[in-house]
């Protein structure tokens, strides 16, 4: 059988992958609980797709677990294995790229976005964030709340000082946007060395097979 060097690196990698999995798959479920601005920031169709990916990368370590423990003749499993990681690397790539590009333009999404809330939302938004309007006064501005108080307020205080919500909004969006991505594109480092341990694991197994064989067995006595 492999070295216990081998198996205890294999066996690492493949616990970091089991928490590759849980933690995407926790914080996709938390974060569809209310919150003013991480629903703002993080959509539904972000939730489902990270939801998918923590539930690939789970099922890749579930059949890692059975893979690993097959006696040392039977390698098909590893196989199988490397190639459900390359697989488990196409929808890291595609969920990090899916997030990534949506961040390239940030301030003309997040418009359509802020356009697209309740007028109660937006006086929520613009409480917490001490802004009116979204580029200026007159760009989706709604009277009332505890900042933007009135019509007044918002044409000549707030256009005068110039805190109009794209800043913010986009400031708060790019920061967890960019930790989103960045977090799941540092899965990729995980998966490629759960790939090179095990092809090592199997290159192993398959030099103790080719041992058995020659001495006429199927394992050492």
């Known amino acids: 059988m492999p070295?216990?060097?081998?198996?205890?690196?294999?066996?690492?990698?493949?616990?970091?992958?089991?928490?590759?999995?849980?933690?995407?798959?926790?914080?996709?479920?938390?974060?569809?609980?209310?919150?003013?601005?991480?629903?703002?920031?993080?959509s539904s169709s972000d939730l489902t797709a990270g939801l998918a990916l923590g539930i690939i990368l789970l099922v890749t370590w579930a059949f890692s677990v059975g893979a690993v423990i097959q006696p040392n003749h039977v390698t098909k499993p590893l196989i199988i294995l490397n190639w459900l990681l390359i697989l488990d690397a196409i929808a890291v790539l595609v969920v990090g790229t899916f997030i990534w590009f949506y961040t390239l333009e940030e301030r003309a999404n997040f418009h359509t976005v802020f356009a697209a809330q309740t007028n109660a939302t937006i006086v929520q938004i613009q409480d917490k964030l001490q802004c009116c309007g979204y580029f200026n006064s007159t760009d989706l501005a709604v009277v009332g709340g505890s900042f933007c108080v009135s019509d007044q307020f918002i044409t000549q205080t707030n256009n005068a000082t110039g805190n109009f919500c794209v800043g913010p909004v986009t400031k708060f969006a790019d920061y967890t946007l960019n930790n989103i991505f960045s977090t799941i594109y540092g899965f990729m480092a995980i998966i490629i060395l759960l790939f090179l341990a095990s092809l090592c694991v199997r290159n192993e197994e398959e030099r103790f097979r080719r041992i058995d064989e020659k001495r006429g067995g199927r394992g050492f006595v």
Do not use: E, H, Y
């Not at 928490?19 to 919150?35: C, D, E, H």
């Open 3 to 42: 070295s216990k060097k081998l198996m205890g690196c294999w066996a690492f990698v493949d616990f970091c992958l089991l928490a590759a999995g849980i933690i995407t798959l926790v914080f996709s479920i938390i974060w569809r609980a209310p919150n003013l601005l991480l629903n703002l920031s993080i």
